[in-house]
T-cell receptor
Framework: AQTVTQSQPEMSVQEAETVTLSCTYD???????LFWYKQPPSRQMILVIR??????QNATENRFSVNFQKAAKSFSLKISDSQLGDAAMYFC?????????????FGAGTILRVKS | DGGITQSPKYLFRKEGQNVTLSCEQN?????MYWYRQDPGQGLRLIYY???????QKGDIAEGYSVSREKKESFPLTVTSAQKNPTAFYLC??????????????FGPGTRLTVL
């Protein structure tokens, strides 16, 4: 079974600065997808960014980018020019491209605090 | 607007009672999911359904039941057999298996408290 590990329970960043959230995963599969979801205090889950494992190029979405290291099974999220609205719980998630069900496996989450 | 609705937002239950959480989507998605979220933990999969009239157990299905009679609806029943049901419950949907960009979209959640 696949597992996802987020080793940072909590992180802090100064407004306008850059922060990186870590995520590692364990799988024997070669084809899969990785996601970062954001959960603000409203508790609504919002997709931040996705990465297909077959793509070597790191995904970017505006101020959000990932560092995908397939051999190391690492998938970190970089948030540039941090804003107060970025404060939330961030979850890393894995989805197999081979298993039935499109199921997501989540890490335990990282709380991001943004200081003004 | 297309989206996923969950009701109620807050739910209180006495011990020994069954309770049903509603989840409806108008995104025309084939697949639907139920997750449980506890403090300090990530989301854990309870049940999922890829098509109408078919569903599978997730990692923590004991004490829960579901039905999928309509594509739009995937209600979750928390039975009295669930030993620790107090949690935040999230429903999600996605396009069916095989879709490359089949990310899951989430509802706003239901907070269940057992008194």
């Amino acid at each position: 079974a696949q597992t996802v590990t987020q080793s940072q329970p909590e992180m802090s960043v100064q407004e306008a600065e850059t922060v990186t959230l870590s995520c590692t995963y364990d799988t024997s599969e070669s084809d899969y997808y990785l996601f970062w979801y954001k959960q603000p205090p409203s508790r609504q889950m919002i997709l931040v960014i996705r990465q297909e494992a077959y793509k070597q190029q790191n995904a970017t979405e505006n101020r959000f980018s990932v560092n995908f290291q397939k051999a190391a099974k690492s998938f970190s999220l970089k948030i540039s020019d941090s804003q107060l609205g970025d404060a939330a719980m961030y979850f890393c998630a894995y989805r197999s491209a081979e298993e039935y069900g499109n199921k997501l496996v989540f890490g335990a989450g990282t709380i991001l605090r943004v200081k003004s | 607007d297309g989206g996923i609705t969950q009701s109620p937002k807050y739910l209180f239950r006495k011990e020994g009672q069954n309770v049903t959480l509603s989840c409806e989507q108008n995104l025309n998605h084939d697949a639907m999911y139920w997750y449980r979220q506890d403090p300090g933990q990530g989301l854990r999969l309870i049940y999922y359904s890829q098509i109408v009239n078919d569903f599978q157990k997730g990692d923590i299905a004991e004490g829960y039941s579901v039905s999928r009679e309509k594509k739009e609806s995937f209600p979750l029943t928390v039975t009295s057999a669930q030993k620790n049901p107090t949690a935040f419950y999230l429903c999600a949907s996605s396009v069916s298996k095989g879709a490359i960009r089949g990310e899951q979209f989430f509802g706003p959640g239901t907070r269940l408290t057992v008194l």
